[in-house]
């Protein structure tokens, strides 16, 4: 599994070049995996159509066989043929597609049963990424593509990700550069009169609502029948260093513990705003998350991975998982990271954080 060599396709983004693309295209419609960008985060393609092709993700993701994927298509009419019916629902929800949705419908008898880990529902999604898009027109076939990590690892915002999880498991990876979003999509299973968000993304219950004219059922309040995204109940988004989560009001306390564990020759990496690490007044040494550069001492050092310069949910979620990955290769024993406000594109960054984090303050 590890001899294989993978060929890196470096792309323009916005402009992808055919020539370029085409090898990876081909290989996908043959059963090969091909890992490419979209706006959320870097997914593992495979012909939908083809279970053998199917079967190879979860092994080379190590991912558990019931938790199924996400099957993507270029425009409206990729989806008609993998589902029994698309929903009114679906159909106002068509309007932020392409984008960070993913719609779960009744299944067609087209899509495999790998596909949909037995389930007779099946997820679609069109990605608003101009990549993702042309080599799935190229493929000319749906592309069941989950995020492009082994299982249990953050998913990947950038090319470098995806080669420390899969490096010499694949045979393509298409590198489009960062992805826009850097959280995976909004999933919502539309089968029924009410949209029930399954996993919160960057499309908001507020921008469902406004579509849709129903408020969405969220999944952990949602009636114990309502169907729910089998990777969710998974421990996710895991880097090698505890993490614990820090706001405000926990943030001195974090800070006197902090110390001493430095002191005691610890790593500490710290993501957050540079209000919040102002206020906890640590001083830290900074990290650069473009060149990845920090001065690494020998002994005990605390490292800051600052996204902006107050707190925002959106470019805190563009840019968690690459520091969580950052952090690791820094060799931290721990990483704080900033929690916000759960609402709007709030809610998909704080689900991240709280399946990464397995520490409160008081456990630290
Ligand atoms: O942004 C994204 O959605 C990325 C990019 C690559 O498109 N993909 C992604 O896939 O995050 P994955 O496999 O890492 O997550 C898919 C989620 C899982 O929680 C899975 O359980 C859920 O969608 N899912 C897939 N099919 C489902 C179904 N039929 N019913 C309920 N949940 C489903
Ligand atoms: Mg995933």
């Not at 059963?31 to 870097?42: D, I, K, N, R």
């Not at 199917?54 to 996400?70: E, Q, T």
């Not at 993998?82 to 984008?99: D, H, W």
């Not at 000319?140 to 498991?169: C, E, F, I, M, Y």
Request: with cysteine; glycine share 8%.
């Amino acid at each position: 599994m590890c001899s294989l060599k993978t060929i890196v396709i470096r792309v323009d983004a916005k402009n992808p070049e055919d020539t370029l693309l085409k090898p990876a295209a081909e290989a996908l419609k043959k059963g090969e995996l091909v890992a490419f960008p979209t706006e959320t985060v870097y997914g593992l393609g495979a012909n939908a159509l083809k279970p053998d092709a199917v079967a190879s993700i979860f092994r080379v993701k190590g991912r558990p066989a019931d938790n199924p994927l996400i099957v993507h298509v270029a425009d409206p009419a990729g989806l008609e043929p993998l589902v029994s019916e698309v929903t009114p629902l679906a159909r106002k929800l068509l309007a932020f597609m392409p984008g960070p949705l993913t719609l779960v419908l009744r299944r067609s008898k087209q899509v495999p049963d790998l596909v949909t880990a037995g389930l007779d529902t099946v997820a679609v999604r069109m990605p608003d990424h101009p990549v993702a898009r042309r080599l799935i027109e190229l493929s000319g076939v749906p592309v069941a593509a989950p995020s492009a990590n082994r299982s249990g690892r953050p998913s990947p915002t950038q090319a470098w990700h995806v080669l420390q999880d899969l490096d010499g498991r694949i045979p393509y990876l298409v590198d489009g550069g960062p992805c826009q979003y850097g959280l995976e999509s909004t999933v919502v299973d539309v089968t029924g009169p009410k949209p029930v968000i399954l996993r919160p993304g960057s499309i908001t219950a507020a921008m469902i609502l406004s579509v849709t004219g129903v408020s969405p059922v969220l999944q952990d309040t949602a009636d114990a029948d309502v169907p729910r995204a089998p990777g969710m109940k998974y421990r996710h988004y895991a880097p090698k260093a505890r993490v614990a989560i820090v706001d405000e009001s926990t943030g001195p306390a974090i800070a006197a513990k902090i110390r001493g564990l430095i002191s005691n020759g610890k790593r500490i990496g710290v993501f957050a705003c540079e209000r919040l690490i102002r206020e906890m007044g640590l001083s830290c040494i900074p990290v650069d998350a473009h060149t990845e550069k920090a001065t690494v001492p020998a002994d005990g050092a605390c490292f800051s991975l600052v996204y902006g310069p107050e707190p925002d949910a959106e470019k805190a979620g563009q840019a968690l998982f690459d520091a969580l990955r950052i952090l690791d290769s820094l060799g931290c024993d721990l990483i704080i990271a900033e929690g916000l406000p759960a609402e709007g594109i709030g809610s998909a960054y704080m689900n991240r954080l709280r399946k990464a984090a397995c520490l409160d303050e008081k456990t630290l």
